[in-house]
């Protein structure tokens, strides 16, 4: 059982950073890019890079040839990310209002 809960550890650990790579890239990238461009698709596609960025890294330095499932495991890591980094903020906010009040 050790063995999974470092595993979860590590991949929450994972989460939360590249969900805070991500609102920084993203909030730097809507201050130069045009207004239309709409800030969820934008969150999305930096998730995905961020993310899969991450894994192929991280393949590389311990030296595992990733296999189908640890890439669509990467892709669904990628989407929880983009879930955080477009809804976690303002959930937050939100909450910290409610409670000032």
Known sequence: ?????????GVLAAALVLTGTTNIIVQVLKTLLPASLPTSLLALLVAMAVTLTA????????????????????????????YGAMFGFDKLKEALERFRM
């Open 1 to 9: 059982m050790t063995g999974l809960q470092e595993l979860t550890s």
């Open 55 to 82: 894994f192929a890294a991280y393949c590389a330095i311990v030296a595992v040839q990733p296999a189908w499932y640890m890439t669509a495991g990467a892709v669904g890591l990628g989407l929880f990310v983009a």
